[in-house]
């Protein structure tokens, strides 16, 4: 077993959906149930129940995602412990979101991916309305941004990507 596996089988725990989880993730379905169907393989079980409409955790599924909760959560501390013994100081940012967009399905697999790249960083995300959004970016309580193309076209001082 392997973490692409773990992270697989918690989306899924998640999103009661193979299909939104293959939305989410940018991964093709038939990927992601091939990958939990080598996990079952090697745990000797069922950790799902499937029908049409909802995909349900088994019993024994329950139990493997309290262990991967708690693993996943001990892995971030001791990732961030041994950072700060090798001298890496532990970094904040706090990224402003435009209230009433869901922008969940990519920003899970971003914010991953950022991390993997740039060691652990603690990500603090918030929602604003667009006028609170731009204040809080013009005096610097929030690093970034996500929002609309048009949001800030008024702002001049506001850098734009």
């Known amino acids: 077993m392997n973490d692409l596996q773990i992270d697989y089988f918690m989306a ?11 939305e989410e993730l940018f991964v093709s379905q038939p990927a992601i149930s091939k990958q939990i169907a080598l996990m079952e393989k090697e745990l000797g079980v069922k950790l799902f129940i499937r029908n049409n409409k909802r995909t349900e955790l088994t019993e024994a599924g329950r139990r493997y995602y309290d262990f991967f909760s708690r693993y996943k959560a001990e892995m971030g501390n001791i990732k961030h412990e041994v950072s700060e013994l090798e001298g890496v100081t532990s970094q904040t940012i706090t990224v402003g979101i435009l209230e009433g967009w869901d922008f969940s399905p990519w920003l899970t697999r971003v914010i991953k991916e950022f991390r993997d790249s740039h060691g652990y960083v603690d990500i603090i995300i918030n929602y604003y309305g667009a006028k609170e959004l731009s204040t809080m970016l013009l005096t610097d309580e929030v690093n970034l941004a996500i929002s609309l ?3 800030f076209d008024s702002f001049a001082e506001i850098e734009k990507g």
Do not use: R
Request: hydrophobic share 20%.
């Open 149 to 151: 193309k048009s949001t």
């Open 12 to 22: 899924v725990a998640t999103n009661s959906s193979f299909t939104k989880t293959s």
